[in-house]
């Protein structure tokens, strides 16, 4: 694998990891419900996913990630986007919901936690902010998820609206590492992959990777680690 570089890690822009993936691809069959996919779709960017960049006003192609609020002062994101910062998290900003140009709200880091271990199953933290974030909802991570998958993200091209894919399939599983049938451009890095539950969002993993044979990207689910520090807050 060879690593990408997010804001903090001297240069790259949150371009994801590329890696193998050996074999030929699971095939996924998904039995969609007339409207099922109306009513996915219908489902709008929840405010907690929001952009990760260094500085107030990243220009077009300068390094940015993508991350999700999942606690009042806790933001999820792959951990290269964060590393080359850890050491000056005040220099991280969250931008939450950011549209346009425009955030719902914005904090920087007061510190960073990374996931336990090594490797690509690891490539995980959290960005504690400064401050907590009012009047957004946090997105609760799942235990579990289908097969189908959506993910928000801050292209590095283009980093002051999200785009957005639904048809992220869980192509492939080893333990905690999903190999995805959606693309993953510079940028993508840190973006959740989410699914619906109760007319919401829930956090079912978090892209780090892209594939470079074939077609795809990796997510990663959330560690035990990092999620009790998100259910201690």
Same mark, same amino acid.
């Given at each position: ?5 997010g ?16 074999g030929?691809?699971l ?20 405010? =907690?996913?929001?952009? @990760?960049?260094?500085? !107030?006003?990243?220009?077009? /192609? $300068? #390094?940015?990630?993508? *991350?999700?609020?999942? %606690? ?15 050491? =000056?998290?005040?220099? @991280?900003?969250?931008? !939450?919901?950011?549209?346009d /140009? $425009? #955030?719902?709200?914005? *904090?920087?880091?007061? %510190? ?7 490797g ?16 957004i ?5 799942? #235990?579990?998820?289908?097969?189908r ?73 959330v ?11």
């Amino acid at each position: 694998a060879e690593r990408g570089h997010g804001p903090g890690a001297g240069g790259g822009g949150g371009r994801p990891f590329r890696v193998r993936v050996a074999g030929a691809a699971l095939a996924v069959g998904l039995a969609l419900v007339p409207g099922a996919a109306a009513a996915w779709q219908d489902l709008a960017m929840p405010g =907690a996913v929001g952009r @990760i960049s260094l500085g !107030a006003d990243p220009r077009h /192609g $300068t #390094a940015t990630c993508t *991350g999700t609020l999942v %606690a009042p002062d806790l933001v999820l994101t792959a951990g290269h986007c964060v590393r080359g910062a850890a050491a =000056a998290p005040a220099a @991280i900003l969250f931008s !939450a919901g950011m549209t346009d /140009g $425009t #955030a719902v709200a914005e *904090g920087r880091g007061a %510190a960073v936690i990374f996931a336990q271990g090594q490797g690509l199953a690891a490539d995980l933290a959290l960005l504690r902010l400064s401050r907590r974030l009012e009047g957004i909802a946090p997105l609760p991570i799942g #235990a579990e998820s289908g097969p189908r998958l959506t993910r928000f993200g801050y292209r590095r091209d283009g980093p002051d609206t999200p785009d957005r894919e639904d048809l992220c399939l869980i192509l492939e599983q080893e333990g905690p590492v999903l190999r995805l049938g959606c693309s993953a451009q510079a940028g993508h890095s840190g973006a959740a992959v989410l699914s619906p539950v109760a007319g919401g969002w829930q956090v079912a993993g978090v892209m780090v990777a892209r594939v470079t044979t074939g077609f795809g990207s990796v997510a990663v689910r959330v560690p035990a680690d990092l999620a009790a520090v998100i259910a201690a807050d």
